[in-house]
């Protein structure tokens, strides 16, 4: 539809004209900074920055009704920056100009109903989001379309030419910076990864490699990446673009507008299950619930459970024991939330208390369970990832304790796409985890290849075929 075809009133309303008035706001001492520059933490208390926009409450002046509307009505239209995540604009960075976005095709992935079957076996009913089915193959294209448009905006408005974007990564990250970045001016943008050496795919790897970042691998994993990175940030002129930076992690508020609007805004017994590494994802989660609360296009929070593996669960063990201490991680499939001292989990601690105190959890899955959800998930129709059949063991997990019941409506996080993690999959099907993983594949749940002779006679007998009468 173009905006031509709506009257003047909808003309006037579907193209964002938000005033924002944004700065960083320090989680820790309150202090604020302004946006023209990047920052990552507090210069003073060293605590995280969000982003605040300080005329947020200009847009209370539009009814919660009249919003739904506009974000409906926009879905319409054939305006490539609104396509994607900024279709929210005036929630995720009205700042950027609709010229300066960059669009490459991320947001609005599918939520898919669970087969019958698989649900039953769950326990309940519920929908997986697909956020697999993004232009790098993860829910990271989101945060990384907000910053990168961020830096396009700056490159473009402030003659900025020598940036470096900069990540640490599980594998996710990387292949979305890199993406991303590859897309802007190459005399003026370049982007390195850092990746732990050996703990992301071959599928992952290759992401990276064929954007033209530079690539760097370190021995260690994901947590020393990090703390390279930070330094590197922190001394040098570089461009962070791990989660750390607070622009992405509004990116990231759409997965949350999305859910929203696929659901005709009933939050009534909404659900959703996400994954934990680095706790950006979850925190931008429940700060795009609040942004709609707040503005009245949804009635309630609705509520957000976590899950970690017991390879990897800081932040299980502060929900269950109240006292936060980094771990160190073992080998997890889920290997993309393989972390052991979140970034975000100040942040996560503080919208919890704040906001999301009875409405909140946080589960903890074994590796077995991780792997084996998935096989079942994808078994039933579905295209999930290793953190996606996570999800779908957490729920299980959450159901039989209580926490999900029957009537909820639950989505699920597909963080990525299942061919990232085909070889855990191939793993499983041959036997060959290393022992850390402690993983004991069921031959029930075992597949493979049967090399048969280029015969029709054969291969029918191998099927026990019927012949046509
Ligand atoms: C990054 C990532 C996660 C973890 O998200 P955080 O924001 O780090 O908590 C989970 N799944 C996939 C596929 C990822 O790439
Ligand atoms: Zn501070």
């Keep these: 539809m173009s905006i031509e075809d709506n009257c003047s009133q909808w003309q006037r309303e579907l193209i964002p004209r938000h005033e924002p008035n944004m700065i960083y706001e320090c989680i820790g001492c309150d202090r ?39 974000f409906d009505r926009r879905r319409l239209l054939n305006i490539a920056p609104l396509k994607g995540i900024f279709l929210f604009h005036e929630l995720i960075l009205p700042i950027v100009p609709l010229e300066d976005v960059v669009y490459l095709g991320e947001g609005h992935t599918p939520i898919v109903k669970a087969n019958q079957e698989l649900s039953s076996m769950v326990g309940t009913d519920f929908y997986i989001k697909y956020d697999g ?5 993860s829910f990271k294209d989101r945060g990384m379309a907000s910053a990168i448009s961020y830096i396009n905006h700056f490159v473009k408005r402030k003659g900025l030419d020598q940036v470096l974007g900069i990540c640490a990564s599980t594998g996710d990250t990387s292949a979305a910076a890199a993406l991303y970045l590859a897309y802007l001016d190459h005399r003026k943008v370049k982007s390195v990864v850092l990746l732990p050496q050996g703990k992301v795919t071959p599928q ?11 690539v760097i691998e ?17 001394r040098y002129q570089v461009v962070l673009l791990n989660s750390k930076n607070p622009v992405r992690i509004n990116g990231q508020k759409s997965y949350s507008y999305e859910v929203a609007q696929q659901f005709d805004y009933a939050s009534e017994n909404l659900v959703v299950i996400v994954p934990i590494g680095n ?33 990897a669960d800081p932040v299980y063990r502060w929900y269950k024991e109240g006292t936060y201490t980094p ?14 001292d979140p970034v975000s989990f100040p942040k996560v601690n503080k919208l919890v208390s704040e906001h999301f105190t009875d409405r909140f959890g946080v589960v903890q899955v074994t590796e077995q369970e991780i792997i ?79 090399l048969l002779p280029a015969s029709a006679r054969e291969i029918a007998a191998f099927l026990s075929l019927k012949e046509r009468s």
């Excluded at 260690?220 to 330094?231: L, P, Q, R, S, Y």
């Design 32 to 70: 604020r900074y302004p946006l023209d520059q990047f920052l990552y933490t507090c210069p003073l208390c060293k605590s995280l920055l969000r982003l605040r926009d300080l005329n947020f409450d200009r847009l209370k002046e539009v009814p919660g009704e009249r919003w739904r509307d506009i």
């Design 133 to 137: 089915l993004n232009p790098s193959a």
């Design 204 to 214: 992952q790897l290759s992401q990276p490699l064929g954007s033209g970042a530079t």
């Design 218 to 234: 370190i021995p260690g994993v994901f947590d020393d990446c990090m703390k390279i990175v930070e330094e590197l940030a922190e």
């Design 279 to 311: 706790a950006g994802n979850i925190t931008a989660i429940m700060e795009g619930f609040l942004d709609l609360y707040h503005l009245g296009i949804i009635g309630n929070l609705p509520r957000v459970i976590g899950v970690q593996s017991v390879h």
């Design 327 to 340: 771990v160190k991680v073992k080998p997890s499939v889920a290997q993309a939330a393989m972390i052991g």
């Design 372 to 450: 084996e959800w998935m096989l079942l998930t994808n078994r039933h129709g579905h295209i999930v990832c290793t953190q996606g059949g996570e999800t779908v063991a957490a729920l299980k997990r959450a159901h039989e304790a209580g926490m999900v019941t029957t009537g909820d409506t639950v989505v699920v996080d597909s963080t990525s796409h299942q061919l990232k993690f085909a070889d855990f999959q191939t793993k499983y099907f041959e036997d060959s985890y290393p022992e850390a993983y402690e993983i004991a594949p069921a031959p029930r749940m075992k597949n493979a290849p049967t």
